[in-house]
């Protein structure tokens, strides 16, 4: 089989550098930061300096989802050679337990962990993982609360918080959650965004409004969030229709959902250049906008 | 009443999982919308010719879904088709029983299409081989959903779907697959995945 290098005709420097990026973008590419990763490390070992054992790190990781177990015990050999007794080495060796899905050891080398270090948050966060992945939500749910009131600060943690939530169909939490994370990161679309779905999904009049305020806001950080765009007509178009508001509100929302469609219209032209579906798609927006403007 | 798979259908399902091991996925299948209701349409097997993958990650948010199902209903009406069915693989592998969100989809699909189905992915019997079909099949029955056995039969022709299924999984096509999600983030995403059709007519 050619090796990474050929394939995609690439430096060993360049294939390090896009590690790199996936390391920092925290993408889970897991397939191919092995296929890159492997080569780097078979072939190029020498070269990479100090940098290697990052990339140890990384790689073991995305061995573990590919279930390339072979590759992450090299890894972890190498990475507990070179850092006798690290904490953070431990918790690597935890991980490679859970994904062989022997969750009493693994809980076992946390609490180690844990008793030399109690404040050690990746360990802690392992244990809610394994939780998880023995479907035990409510258990998950719980810990994950009580870390949080120690470690307020823990975006991740916040993050993973309100999608337990969503999965449980605890809307009203899950939106808590969220309105932690838009306090602390008042310029972030993303989590604006994720609100204005939760309220949009708890259903009735006054979620809606809040929903459509909060997809308007996410569009204001972000004029380009297409789901923001979509949610906007969505919202503004459901209060449209109801039958609770009043001519002015009606209106009003007629006026925001008939700007969204124009939007979305716009957007569409852009990205069709008169592609088969996207003409479908356009058609389909053009429909939207009929509907809002007949009523 | 029965829905069968084309391979087409199938193909897309499981490359839709296999992209995403690590999140729930979920997606529509879309039947030819029969010309005439026949005195014994029952007899006939509802042919899903193609599926729509949708969303990866957290699936129980209601706007984009309305979003989804909005605009390819206008698809599916272009095209002479009719949503039939939906799909889900859910979060973790050993969790293959339809959940709330899953029914209530499933439900909603039945309120346009009488003989809609819901389809669970059993990640646990996924294998790149695909050796045996890993769907469990459930019709909605007097506002229940009862589960049917998922053998050969479900598919216009298993050992097709077998073949050409496994031979995307190999060839790792699943990177290239375009869920709604990816047509979210980018509206030049083409969620209808002409290449992956004409890969999958090309091995056919």
Redesign the interface.
């Known amino acids: 089989m050619a090796s990474v290098s050929e394939m995609y005709d690439v430096t060993w420097e360049e294939m390090r550098d896009k590690l790199r990026k996936w390391r920092e973008d925290n993408h ?1 590419n897991s ?1 191919q930061i092995v296929d890159v990763g492997e080569e780097l490390i078979n072939e190029h070992a020498s070269k990479l300096g100090d940098d290697i054992w990052i990339i140890y790190e990384q790689v073991m990781i995305a061995a573990l ?1 590919c279930s390339r177990d072979d590759l992450a015990w090299t890894c972890l050999q190498e990475l507990k050679r070179q850092f006798p007794g690290s904490q953070r080495v431990k918790r690597l060796a935890g991980m490679r337990l859970e994904a062989l899905e022997k969750y009493e050891d693994a809980n076992k080398q946390y609490d180690s962990i844990l008793q030399d270090d109690p404040t050690n948050t990746a360990a802690r966060k392992r244990k809610i993982s394994i939780l998880k ?1 023995q ?1 035990k939500s409510a258990e998950a749910i719980r810990e994950l609360n009580e870390y949080l009131e120690q470690f307020v600060g823990d975006q991740g943690a916040w993050h993973e918080l309100s ?1 337990l939530y ?2 449980e ?1 605890d809307y009203g939490k899950a939106a808590f959650c969220l309105e932690e994370l838009m306090m602390t990161n008042p310029h972030n679309h993303l989590y604006c965004e994720q609100y ?3 309220k ?2 708890q ?1 009735g009049l006054e979620n809606l409004e809040l ?1 459509r305020k909060y997809f308007a806001q996410a569009l204001k950080l972000n004029n380009r969030n ?2 923001a765009l ?2 906007l007509y ?2 503004a178009s459901h209060i449209a229709a109801s039958p609770k508001v009043n001519a002015t509100v009606e209106k009003a929302n007629v006026k925001y959902a008939t700007w969204a469609t124009n939007q979305i219209n716009r ?2 032209q ?3 250049r008169g ?1 088969k ?2 003409k ?2 356009v ?3 053009e ?2 906008l009929e509907s809002i403007t007949m009523s | 009443m029965s829905i069968k798979l084309t391979t087409q259908a199938y193909c897309k399902m499981l490359l839709h999982a296999a992209k995403y ?2 999140c729930a996925v979920n997606g529509l299948l879309v039947a030819e919308k029969q010309k005439e209701k026949k005195k014994d349409s029952h007899s006939t097997p509802i042919l899903c010719v193609d599926c729509i993958p949708l969303f990866h990650g ?1 699936l ?5 879904l ?2 989804a199902l ?2 390819i ?3 599916c009406k ?1 095209n002479k088709y009719v949503i039939a069915g939906y799909y889900q693989a859910n ?2 592998t ?2 293959f029983r339809p959940n ?2 899953a029914e209530k989809v499933g439900a909603r699909i039945a309120e346009n299409f009488s003989e809609a189905a819901m389809i669970m992915v059993d990640s646990t019997r996924f294998t790149m081989g695909c050796y045996e079909p890993i769907l469990t099949i459930y019709d909605h029955h007097e506002n229940k959903w009862k589960c049917r056995d998922c053998n050969a039969d479900c598919f216009e022709d298993w050992c097709e779907a077998q073949k050409i299924t496994s031979a995307l999984l190999e060839g ?1 096509s699943y990177e290239s697959l375009i869920d709604f999600d990816n047509h ?5 995403n ?3 995945n ?1 290449e992956i059709n004409k890969s999958v007519l090309h091995l056919c």
């Open positions: 889970r397939e989802d992945a479907g999608e969503i999965n169909h204005a779905e939760v949009y999904t259903g929903s297409m789901r979509f949610g969505m919202s957007a569409y852009l990205a069709g592609t579906e996207n479908c798609s058609k389909a927006v429909e939207m | 091991p690590h957290t129980a948010l209601a706007p984009m309305e979003v909005t605009l209903d206008t698809w272009e979060e973790r050993k969790d709330q969100f790792r979210l983030d980018d509206l030049r083409d969620w209808t002409p």
